[in-house]
């Protein structure tokens, strides 16, 4: 009976052990001396890709110049990523396999821009850095090994041209730092006008630069208020008028002749509409020249008032721009 109880008492006791044994966590040991963390800035950009480097074991922080809207992993298998709106700018990337594995992260953040990383990972036996964490600084565009240069290029190129100031305003700028233009017209000595001006014309004019821009014509000039009362000047026109018509006239004078013929404009400038008395605007205007005209035709510059539109002042403008 006793042998049978010791029996008994041992078969338990094996059954212990070996449960024990199995709920035994295992456990793997990395070794901390092949563990070489690294702290990378990069330039933000959009449309290309970047590198991270993980490893088993570790976790990765990206942090974002604002914050993430969404975030996708290519295999969720292999890697693991984590993002809380508590951290909108804060991204834990970790892979989920101690096998040497690459997949893709994408992040969409609130500008609407997208960065795209590829995650790679050598496995728990590798000996490469690790990027413990990734900080990504604002910027026109960044891209890895040599092709940084080109790409740094390519952002000047971009702000150049965005900087880039149109002929039309580079002309009126010039034109308004002129001190005193060349004024023309409009002044009369007439008695019967009480403004001692010449009816019909509250303003003078003066041409300023004119020149050729691609294949339209560009001229800049100024506007001057001679009234002793507040005006309002009108936007430029360009006209090709026709002297000879007035002679056809005279002999016919059933006939109504066309005595101008209005160029149309392209784009103006005008830096003021409404002038006090003694008050000058400076403008630009940019047309496409006719491609020839009869000898006795002239291209004028049309200036008018919004109280005077029926008299314009008129000023010549050359059929041809100066060369350089």
Sequence with gaps: ??????????????????????????????????????????????????????????????????????????????????????????????????????????????????????????????????????????????????????????????????????????????????????WVGGISKNAKNPDGKEPGKPIVGALGEIRENGGDMLIAYSVMNTTDHWIEVLPPQIELNSPSTETNKKKDKKKRPILAEQVPIADYRLNARRLAPGERADGAVEFARPGFKQSEDKLLLQLATASAVDTPLLIPVPFVAPGR
Excluded: C
């Excluded at 990765?60 to 290519?74: D, M, W």
């Excluded at 702000?159 to 005193?180: E, V, Y």
């Design 1 to 182: 009976m006793n042998l049978i109880r010791t029996i008994g008492l041992i078969g338990l006791l094996w059954s212990a052990v070996t449960l024990s044994r199995a709920q035994q966590t295992t456990t793997i040991k990395v070794d901390s001396s092949d563990v070489k963390p690294t702290v990378t800035n990069l330039p933000l950009s959009v449309g290309t890709v970047t590198d991270l480097h993980l490893r088993p074991f570790f976790i990765t922080t990206i942090r974002l110049p604002e914050p993430a809207t969404s975030v996708a992993v290519g295999d969720k298998s292999l890697f693991d990523a984590e993002h809380s709106s508590d951290e909108p700018r804060l991204v834990f990337v970790k892979p989920k396999t101690k096998e040497a594995t690459e997949s893709n992260l994408a992040i969409a953040l609130q500008s609407g821009q997208e960065i795209s990383i590829r995650l790679i990972s050598d496995g728990n036996a590798a000996n490469t850095p690790i990027d413990f964490l990734v900080n990504y600084q604002p910027h026109e565009s960044f891209l890895i090994g040599s092709t940084d240069a080109a790409a740094h290029n390519a952002g000047l190129h971009q702000d150049d041209s965005a900087k880039t100031i149109p002929a039309i305003d580079q002309a009126l700028k010039k034109q308004a730092n002129i001190a005193t233009p060349g």
